[in-house]
Nanobody, 127 residues
Framework: QVQLVESGGGLVQAGGSLRLSCAAS????????MGWFRQAPGKEREFVAA????????YHADSVKGRFTISRDNGKNSVYLQMNSLKPEDTAVYYC????????????????????WGQGTQVTVSS
């Protein structure tokens, strides 16, 4: 089992930047594909970005492509989400998620494919 703790959320003006971090503990972090999801009030949880066990394979939702970047540091057991050019519609609770995978190139985009979740961190973008 792996435990996930997100940090880095907050209030920012439109056009600003935030960097979310997710620290993992409990198992071998490098065995896990990681993802970021978000959920706005009254909406379903939405995929944001995913990264394979290898840091070179990533996937970003169209809504954030070119503005957000997912990355990981296996030496620090952490995954990050750099968010630039933030918009009010990016306001949500952001969650990181983990799934143990066999292949280093494997990543997932569906929430139901992840086994472990953090508690979430609030991101609020004011206009």
């Amino acid at each position: 089992q792996v435990q996930l703790v997100e940090s880095g959320g907050g209030l920012v003006q439109a056009g600003g930047s935030l960097r979310l971090s997710c620290a993992a503990s409990g198992r071998t972090f490098s065995n896990y594909a990681m993802g970021w999801f978000r959920q706005a009030p009254g909406k379903e949880r939405e995929f944001v970005a995913a990264i394979a066990r290898t840091a070179f394979i990533t996937y970003h939702a169209d809504s954030v492509k070119g503005r957000f970047t997912i990355s990981r540091d296996n030496g620090k057991n952490s995954v990050y989400l750099q968010m630039n050019s933030l918009k009010p519609e990016d306001t949500a609770v952001y969650y990181c998620a983990a799934r143990e995978v066999i292949f280093s190139s494997d990543y997932r985009r569906r929430a139901d494919e992840y086994h472990y979740w953090g508690q979430g961190t609030q991101v609020t973008v004011s206009s």
